[in-house]
């Protein structure tokens, strides 16, 4: 398959998800809508550019190399900026994120919620500022008691001026925001919007690390009735650590579209890969640990 097939293929992907998910999107706003109109805008959140910052990525790596437990122990006083299914899993080890990042697009309305302990949570919500998307579900969003800002994720294209997302974009007045289509990438933008430099990533594996074959990982359910399933998986070599990664078209593509956005973000970020495993490797990407990277970068 060639790389235009490919990028022609993910285009296809992303139509149909818009297609599928648009009715579940308009009522998720419908919902928050009073909110949304009220609340405060991600524009809105204070930059402040100085220092680093770490991003909390849901990967195995992060269980598989304790390292949260290592970003704890470390001492790091830079900026901390987690995805949502890794907030309670930060504060119960004793890291305390600057910021909380979510936008989940899934038709089941407790599969984000699983991940919060809200009492837990509630303890420590006035130190964390709290970043969703409008289609954030309610029962998220209105739990949340911290500082919250909103955005609009890309739901289609911002090119065409009658593209669902500019519709949207003029109904509820909050800034468009390009997630690169999944929760690490609007981190990544935070970290670029606050001006923290380097940033530097835990757990953002982007591929299956103890999983051989395609039927071993849970994105199987979505290809094995696909007559394309056999384009879906591919291995990447991934010469810092000597192994060949699964990894499927969406998380191959996160990948890229990361790579992309850090190349090309002027002034150009230093980028660390801490995650010690995965796809997320480049000549502009510095592999090491949680602990050589803090003793550079302690703030």
């Not at 303890?123 to 911290?146: A, C, D, M, Q, Y």
């Not at 500082?147 to 109904?171: A, M």
Request: with cysteine; proline share 5%.
């Amino acid at each position: 398959m060639t790389e235009a097939e490919r990028r022609e293929h993910m285009k296809s992907i992303l139509e149909t998800t818009t297609i599928f998910f648009l009715p579940l999107w308009m009522r998720r706003i419908r919902e928050n809508f009073n909110e949304i109109l009220q609340g405060r805008d991600f524009k809105e959140i204070p930059r402040d550019p100085t220092g680093s910052a770490v991003i909390v990525s849901g990967g195995p790596s992060l269980r598989k190399f304790n390292l949260v437990e290592r970003l704890k122990a470390s001492g790091y006083g830079g900026c901390i900026i987690a995805v949502d299914r890794r907030l309670t899993e930060c504060i119960q080890k004793g890291v305390i994120p600057d910021f909380m990042c979510s936008c989940d697009a899934d038709q089941r309305e407790t599969a984000l919620e699983k991940f919060f302990n809200w009492p837990l949570i509630e303890e420590h919500s006035g130190k964390i500022k709290g970043v969703f998307g409008v289609i954030s579900p309610l029962n998220v969003t209105r739990k949340w008691k911290g500082e919250k800002y909103w955005f609009l994720p890309v739901l289609d294209t911002t090119k065409d001026p009658l593209s669902v997302t500019q519709v949207v974009h003029h109904l509820t007045m909050k800034t468009i925001v390009d997630t690169l289509a999944n929760v690490s990438g609007l981190a990544t933008v935070l970290a670029l919007y606050l001006g923290k430099n380097p940033l530097a990533f835990m757990g953002l594996d982007l591929s299956f690390p103890d999983a051989d074959k395609p039927e071993d990982t849970e994105y199987w359910k979505d290809w094995e009735h696909d007559e394309k399933k056999g384009i879906a998986f591919s291995k990447i070599h991934n010469p810092l650590t000597g192994r060949d990664y699964l990894t499927e078209l969406r998380l191959e593509s996160y990948c890229q579209l990361l790579r992309n956005v850090l190349n090309t973000f002027e002034p150009k970020p230093e980028v660390w890969n801490l995650s010690q495993e995965g796809i997320f490797f480049g000549d502009n990407i510095k592999w090491a640990t949680v602990e050589e990277f803090v003793k550079q970068h302690p703030r």
